[in-house]
């Protein structure tokens, strides 16, 4: 049994942390609040361990450096925040296209534009799922707690080296600063092995055939590596078949993996009359509302907690569809995941938003409130 | 010699898609030559580029090649050389990739004196966009967006690196591809962050739009036009205006960032 030690520590911290149990070994950001403390983090820790800290001269350049980092075999990550995310995007996409591993840290904000730096807001899911332009697939991981930021960075960048595609952590001001035990195991346990460990002598950078390692540079096999639509050797091509096919590929390697993505929880009554769906710092209010409604009252409650946002827990979502009749939809923005929620409901059930966009928590009561209206 | 050249191309990429005349196969060319002189193992060697016809070069070449996004090769290639202090980077840009949009980068990666060997091919224009005016046209000069010609001044990319830090500076033309070839295999030996200028004719998007004749014709004005630095130290400043300084303008001594780096974490680790 690996030895578990217990740690306080804070979102932004754990992420840090999760990231280097994981294997990164090299970070490179541009400072934003309330993203800092993953860069102070890494830069405290990465020299003790060999690793690399950089700290670039502008957002682009940090994701471009994570993306060249991991070409050269080294895990990377980079952290920012809402207006940081937006500078990161077209090389978000490259990373995409050209199916380089890394992870992309957004601790958001208040927006739109500088917004409000330290107040918690969840305005960005649609940034991380359509910020980047052209069809493209994305990751999307949605922490509930430090705990949660620790475990789910791991799987980040496990996940990321393993679909060789870009994960994207989507944090909140209020789980980034937050701060809370989380059980720390023993370091080296929790790292998949690198991807490029195991190379057929006929590899192919986009091997036809489905996933395939990333061979860092330097190892003798010399490829092309573009942003452009390219055939399975890398090579740029505007052949109609072929740029289906490389599209059909990136979006096609998510879905057949879609069971090891998509993490959810759910809690409370089995069959719910009223069901809550939520995600990030805004699923600790809605638990603390199932705990009394539906433990203490023993009211038909539940709540589906959704870790991953993207893809879209499609599946999850439709079966509580099914059940409840009413699903309520607490965001910290104007309404942005809700949309996904009805798309899949399809009109099985009344599907309700609480938004709040005023730079504090939703409550417990609130949503008590709402409930209080459909039961 | 002839055999390793060719086992540094991908004959089945070519032909190239470079208009005739252009002066972006000799640059390539030299750098080719440039690589096979400096002995590097061909597994050491990464060639990244950012966007543009200058940047196209990269998947002719039979390295590992990083083709990145426009402006950004050498933050790209910043990371890969941290990842990897023992590769040979070589970043192939164009005017406008280099000093637009990959202006912030040009300058840091010279702040830094990150071991990185810029070639930047200047051809006073943006070419695959089909002719608007970069920070490198010369002021006066027509563009498609600068229709009765340019009032911007041009930027000198070699003061301007020297002084943001860069400790090696060069710069030569297409018409003397063999000087090119030295400058860029100097560049490569030189530890640090190497500028290296390769003026180039483009006679389809610039020399046409400013009536400056053929390829040819513009390979003789720039030979014509060209001194060496030892040259020009003996001429004043008027006698210059017109004139291209070519050779080593400048190398300077100064930490270079990732044995620094790696270095000062040993200290950590231990």
Redesign the interface.
């Known amino acids: 049994m690996p030895e578990i030690k217990p740690v306080l520590m804070q979102g932004n911290e754990a992420c840090a942390e999760g990231a280097i149990s994981a294997g990164v070994r090299?970070y490179?950001g541009y400072p934003i609040t309330p993203s800092t403390e993953v860069a102070e983090h890494m830069a405290s820790k990465l020299?003790?361990?060999?690793?690399?800290f950089?700290q670039?001269?502008?957002e682009?350049?940090?994701m471009?450096?994570?993306?060249?980092?991991?070409?050269?075999?080294?895990r990377?990550l980079t952290a920012t925040s809402g207006p940081g995310f937006s500078l990161k995007q077209?090389?978000l996409g490259?990373a995409i296209m050209a199916e380089i591993p890394c992870v992309v840290v957004n601790v958001q904000r208040m927006g739109p534009s500088t917004g409000v730096p330290t107040a918690p807001a969840q305005g960005d899911v649609m940034q991380a799922r359509w910020g980047t332009h052209g069809d493209h697939p994305i990751i999307v991981f949605s922490p509930a707690s430090v705990y949660e930021t620790f475990y789910l960075t791991i799987a980040a960048v496990n996940l990321s080296q393993k679909l060789r595609q870009p994960v994207i952590m989507l944090l909140d001001e209020v789980i980034g600063h937050m701060r809370e035990k989380v059980l720390i195991p023993e370091a080296g346990k929790l790292m998949v092995e690198r991807s490029s460990d195991k190379v057929p002598s006929d590899w192919k950078p986009y091997d036809e055939k489905g996933l395939t390692p990333l061979v860092?540079?330097?190892?003798?096999?010399?490829?092309?590596?573009?942003?452009?639509f390219h055939d399975q050797y890398g090579?740029?091509t505007g052949d109609p078949i072929q740029v289906e096919r490389a599209l059909d590929r990136i979006h096609g390697k998510l879905e057949k993996y879609r069971d090891e993505i998509i993490l959810t929880n759910y809690i409370g009554h089995k069959e719910p009359r009223v069901a809550i769906i939520t995600y990030g710092c805004t699923v600790r209010s809605a638990r603390a509302v199932v705990k009394k409604a539906y433990w203490q009252e023993r009211l038909p409650v539940g709540l589906l907690s959704m870790q991953t946002i993207w893809p879209f827990p499609a599946r999850e979502v439709e079966a509580l569809a099914n059940q409840a009749d009413v699903i309520i939809v607490p965001e910290m923005n104007m309404g942005q995941i809700i949309g996904e929620v009805e798309r899949y409901a399809c009109g099985k059930a009344k599907i309700v938003p609480l938004n709040r966009y005023d730079g504090e928590m939703i409550t417990p009561e609130q949503i008590l409130n709402e409930i209080g209206r459909w039961l | 010699m002839e055999q390793l050249t060719r086992d540094f191309l991908r004959s089945q990429k070519l032909p190239h898609i470079w208009c005739p005349g252009c002066g972006n196969g000799i640059v390539t060319a030299a750098l080719v030559r440039a690589i096979e002189r400096a002995g590097y193992d061909q597994s050491d060697v990464v060639i990244v580029s950012g966007i543009g016809c200058s940047s196209r070069a990269a998947g002719y070449l039979n390295f590992n090649t990083l083709h990145t996004t426009h402006g950004r090769a050498l933050a790209f290639a910043t990371g890969l050389k941290m990842s990897r202090p023992e590769l040979k980077i070589f970043v192939i840009m164009g005017d406008g990739d280099c000093s637009a949009i990959g202006g912030n980068h040009f300058i840091h990666a010279a702040r830094r004196n990150i071991d990185l060997n810029a070639v930047i091919i200047n051809n006073y224009i943006y070419g695959m966009t089909g002719g608007q005016h970069s920070p490198l046209t010369p002021r006066g000069k027509k563009a498609t967006t600068a229709p009765r010609g340019t009032l911007e001044r041009a930027f000198d990319l070699l003061e301007l690196a020297k002084g943001a830090g860069a400790t090696f500076g060069a710069r030569a033309t297409a018409a003397q591809p063999r000087q090119l070839e030295q400058l860029i295999l100097r560049g490569a030996n030189h530890k640090g962050f190497s500028v290296i200028e390769a003026l180039s004719p483009c006679p389809i998007a610039y020399g046409r739009r400013n009536k400056l004749g053929t390829a040819v014709d513009m390979l003789r004005d720039m030979k014509e036009k060209s001194i060496s630095v030892e040259r020009s130290f003996q001429m004043a400043d008027t006698e210059l205006e017109e004139k291209t300084v070519t050779g080593v303008i400048y190398t300077l001594d100064a930490p270079e960032y990732s044995e620094e780096y790696y270095r000062s974490i040993e200290k950590t680790v231990n």
């Open positions: 090299f490179a020299p003790e361990i060999g690793g690399v950089i670039m001269e502008d682009i350049a940090s471009a450096a994570v993306i060249g980092a991991s070409i050269g075999g080294m990377s077209e090389n490259y860092p540079f330097g190892f003798g096999h010399f490829y092309h590596v573009t942003g452009l090579f740029p």
